[in-house]
């Protein structure tokens, strides 16, 4: 089974910029498609955007649509998240997550954390006004 590993949060101020890393190791990568998910404190996980397993295909959470990229790069195992123009409600543990899965799945199943069965242990980002 894949372990994911996630790096990059930190201490930024609103307006910067960060990028997150996904790591995993076991399997290829390029087997799952993957999402990041957020949780703020006393809020629930919420989608933040998802790439399909070859990267043709990536969907994004309306309140981080134009400042979120996702990519992947399969060579490395590793699934990027940069986030530019950050806000201080962007502050929350950020969540890598892979499902391995055959088909490619509908719009629906990649914003659902249900659909992941992998998860990272999260990297804190904190955003300051």
């Known amino acids: 089974q894949v372990q994911l590993v996630e790096s990059g949060g930190g201490l930024v101020q609103a307006g910067s910029s960060l990028r997150l890393s996904c790591v995993g190791s076991?399997?290829?990568?390029?087997?799952?498609?993957m999402g990041w998910f957020r949780q703020a404190p006393g809020k629930e996980r919420e989608f933040v955007t998802a790439?399909?397993?070859?990267?043709?295909?990536?969907y994004y959470a309306d309140s981080v649509k134009g400042r979120f990229t996702i990519s992947r790069d399969n060579a490395k195992n590793t699934v990027y998240l940069q986030m530019t123009s950050l806000k201080p409600e962007d502050t929350a543990v950020y969540y890598c997550?892979?499902?391995?899965?055959?088909?490619?799945?509908?719009?629906?199943?990649?914003?659902?954390?249900?659909?992941?069965?992998?998860w990272g242990q999260g990297t804190q980002v904190t955003v300051s006004s």
């Open positions: 076991g399997p290829p990568l390029s087997s799952y498609r």
């Open positions: 790439i399909s397993r070859s990267g043709g295909d990536t």
């Open positions: 997550a892979g499902d391995w899965t055959a088909f490619s799945g509908t719009v629906a199943s990649y914003k659902s954390a249900s659909t992941y069965y992998y």
